[in-house]
T-cell receptor, first 112, second 113 residues
Framework: DQQVKQNSPSLSVQEGRISILNCDYTNSMFDYFLWYKKYPAEGPTFLISISSIKDKNEDGRFTVFLNKSAKHLSLHIVPSQPGDSAVYFCAADETSGSRLTFGEGTQLTVNP | EAQVTQNPRYLITVTGKKLTVTCSQNMNHEYMSWYRQDPGLGLRQIYYSMNVEVTDKGDVPEGYKVSRKEKRNFPLILESPSPNQTSLYFC????????????FGPGTRLTVT
């Protein structure tokens, strides 16, 4: 039972345009959501997070939006740069929990 | 430099030959965890530890063991590896108050033939 789902295995965008990565979840007990970024031959690195009490969190070019009623979150990257090309993992943390549940990942390719 | 280290980075072994993948962190983090990454399945947690001598099963613990005798180390043990444990393994650590913001090691590519 995949509680965190990223339905798009890959996404390709042009440099300078917006990248939108999507993530859906099923567990209502999740109260904290994160995005991790992974380059080849490296471990994932934390990118940005959002608490369930908010609907938006912004950090430079990266913005995460949370729609609790739809159990959906998205990561917007504006403007996209070639160095953003990586696999992006959505993750969720359960209330009073002690571990993360990850999605399958989306490979983002930003073309120059 | 704050980091999580894993050894070995690459390992090819045969079915049934016991192996250990080491993980060490220098950030004094309470929380440590092991994940495996497989195509189409993302990152799945194997085991985690909230502190020394405290470990618990994640989503896919079968065939694995862990120990947490020291705060900095969290080895992953495969007593009798099988081909379905061929995968990319990541160790991670985080502070207790922000266990969700995890620092990952570089990964260990394991092949079991």
């Amino acid at each position: 039972d995949q509680q965190v789902k990223q339905n798009s295995p890959s996404l390709s965008v042009q440099e300078g345009r917006i990248s939108i990565l999507n993530c859906d979840y099923t567990n209502s007990m999740f109260d904290y959501f994160l995005w991790y970024k992974k380059y080849p031959a490296e471990g994932p690195t934390f990118l940005i997070s959002i608490s369930s009490i908010k609907d938006k969190n912004e950090d430079g070019r990266f913005t995460v939006f949370l729609n609790k009623s739809a159990k959906h979150l998205s990561l917007h990257i504006v403007p996209s740069q070639p160095g953003d090309s990586a696999v992006y993992f959505c993750a969720a943390d359960e209330t009073s929990g002690s571990r993360l549940t990850f999605g399958e990942g989306t490979q983002l390719t930003v073309n120059p | 430099e704050a980091q999580v280290t894993q050894n070995p980075r690459y390992l090819i072994t045969v079915t049934g030959k016991k192996l250990t993948v080491t993980c060490s962190q220098n950030m004094n983090h309470e929380y440590m965890s092991w994940y495996r990454q497989d195509p189409g399945l993302g990152l799945r947690q194997i085991y985690y530890s909230m502190n020394v001598e405290v470990t618990d099963k994640g989503d896919v613990p079968e065939g694995y063991k862990v120990s947490r005798k020291e705060k900095r180390n969290f080895p992953l043990i495969l007593e009798s590896p099988s081909p379905n444990q061929t995968s990319l393994y990541f160790c991670a650590s985080s502070p207790r108050d922000k266990h969700y913001e995890q620092y990952f090691g570089p990964g260990t590519r394991l092949t079991v033939t």
